[in-house]
């Protein structure tokens, strides 16, 4: 027969099957493996955290939360979208906490092929594409496309800098000044009787020249972000805290069912010490000797328990009981007794 293994063993097993209940292997694996982080390529770009490349619906532990980077064909895109629709990435400044992004999707509406009738100015500003935690830099200069139900007289196209697209048909875009943080387009450039939409474009010095919008939207415009916080997405600090607090609970329960056993220990020891006590004082042979003398059973003294069970062997011990170890024993009273 096995050893008993003793209730404190016990007990610690049992906190060690619910640690690895609570905390699934695959968590507690990625735990052990959270600075194995390299970085990865798409194309010539490489990413680095906070960046993740991602392949489909594939996760990738080391992309914080809307920092994944979606490579298809070589070619890297921002993840909101999938990469028929998004942000091309061209370059990612992690000093700065900046990178370079081009709407390269908007060139596809000067689709001049067959009759023309598909070529069309973009219909949707470049900021419906951008979210949390990415914003666009003041540092862009807007691009503003129209779209007018009626030809605009001469003198009204040049006072407004107008130039006209490939598309002819009363599409014009002209430069717009620099780019301001709530998306839209002031006042001051719209146009009555023509619809207007704004695309981000960086340049570096002098002014912009609208005629070469084309060129302008395939170099893109800059995106800021912010810090990917501790509670976001799949960081290091979210997965350890997803794990130190179920470990901190079990261990807080650990000590308390620790506490709780030695105090039930302690108190089984003090009953047994004042029980002892009892037995050995001469109040004990007395009463003994009273109830004998009423007809009730023989109640022994601890001298007589102590010479009937050989001083408690252990080779007497029958197991526990609710009062204590039970021994078998032998006294003048009773050729065998359970004492």
Known sequence: MSPWPGPRLLLLAAVVVVVSTIIP?????????????????????????????????????????????????????????????GLRILHIFLHNGSL?????????????SGDGTRCHV?????????????SISPLNQNLVFYNCTKPLAPRTARRAGLVDTVCRN????????????SGGIDGGYALEGCSATAVPVLVASGEVNASHYQQLISDGFLLTWEPPSAGNGKGKSTRWEIIVGPVCGAVFMFAVCSGCFAWYKRKKRRQAVASNEFMRSGSMTSYS??????????????????????GFSASRELGDGGFGTVYKGKAHVCRSCCL
């Open 25 to 85: 292997a695959p968590m507690l694996a990625a735990a052990a493996d959270v600075g194995g982080c390299t970085p990865g390529k798409c194309g010539n770009l490489t990413v680095s955290i906070p960046f993740g490349v991602v392949s489909g619906s594939e996760e990738n532990r080391c992309a914080q939360m809307g920092f994944q980077v979606h490579c298809k064909d070589d070619v890297p895109y921002l993840g909101y979208y999938e990469p028929e629709y």
């Open 100 to 112: 370079l992004v081009s709407d390269v999707h908007k060139l596809g509406d000067f689709d001049l």
């Open 122 to 134: 973009p219909t949707a500003n470049t900021a419906t594409k951008v979210g949390h935690p990415f």
């Open 170 to 181: 009363n599409t014009f875009v002209r430069t717009g000044g620099r780019y301001n943080e």
């Open 289 to 310: 000797k009273d109830l004998e003398l009423d007809g009730s059973p023989h109640i022994f003294t601890f001298e007589e328990l102590e010479e009937a069970t050989d």
